[in-house]
T-cell receptor, first 113, second 116 residues
Framework: AQTVTQSQPEMSVQEAETVTLSCTYD???????LFWYKQPPSRQMILVIR??????QNATENRFSVNFQKAAKSFSLKISDSQLGDTAMYFC??????????FGKGTRLHILP | DSGVTQTPKHLITATGQRVTLRCSPR?????VYWYQQSLDQGLQFLIQ???????AKGNILERFSAQQFPDLHSELNLSSLELGDSALYFC???????????????FGPGTRLTVL
């Protein structure tokens, strides 16, 4: 079965620090998409970043970057210069070949002033 | 504001009842996705429609059904409701049949369903 695991249920960091959220997944597919979504207290789901498995270069979006290790099936999210507005639940997600999207349980991130 | 609208925002009903949740995608988006977010199951993909046709199916119960109409809005029907169906139901939309490096999935604000 294809699964997504986020091993950190909750994390706290000081504002302006760098934080890394972990995600591992299990699949036998060779090409797929990986995503990080953010869900702030408003409950709105927002796409943070995406990665195509066949691309070796790690995706970046401003202060957000990923460390994609295909062989290890690892897809961590790094947030640099963290801001109070980054406080949210973060979900790692994987899209299967038949277009089903599987989410991890989420990591609740608190940015402390 | 993502441009995806969902109605109603909140819904309270009793066990055994049937409800319909409605979603209007962003202008120009042909794909609609439905998700369920509950405390015990987390965020689960239910079903996707593309231009009126069912495209992908996730963990959707037989008591649940969905459709996408010619004007591209979608409805999720939940019947014989149980306490465990209480959850936040999200709709999302995107342009293409399949998410890609250039296509983004935009989420609506969700409908909170409470089954008493």
């Amino acid at each position: 079965a294809q699964t997504v695991t986020q091993s950190q249920p909750e994390m706290s960091v000081q504002e302006a620090e760098t934080v890394t959220l972990s995600c591992t997944y299990d699949t036998s597919e060779s090409n797929y998409y990986l995503f990080w979504y953010k869900q702030p207290p408003s409950r709105q789901m927002i796409l943070v970043i995406r990665q195509e498995a066949y691309k070796q270069q790690n995706a970046t979006e401003n202060r957000f970057s990923v460390n994609f290790q295909k062989a290890a099936k690892s897809f961590s999210l790094k947030i640099s210069d963290s801001q109070l507005g980054d406080t949210a639940m973060y979900f790692c997600a994987f899209m299967t070949r038949d277009d089903k999207i599987i989410f991890g349980k989420g990591t609740r991130l608190h940015i402390l002033p | 504001d993502s441009g995806v609208t969902q109605t109603p925002k909140h819904l309270i009903t009793a066990t055994g009842q049937r409800v319909t949740l409605r979603c209007s995608p962003r202008s120009g988006d042909l794909s609609v996705y439905w998700y369920q977010q509950s405390l015990d199951q987390g965020l689960q993909f239910l079903i996707q429609y593309y231009n009126g046709e069912e495209r992908a199916k996730g963990n959707i119960l037989e008591r649940f059904s969905a459709q996408q109409f010619p004007d591209l809005h979608s409805e999720l029907n939940l019947s014989s409701l149980e306490l465990g169906d209480s959850a936040l139901y999200f709709c999302a939309s995107s342009v293409a049949r399949r998410l890609s490096s250039t296509d983004t999935q935009y989420f609506g604000p969700g409908t909170r369903l409470t089954v008493l």
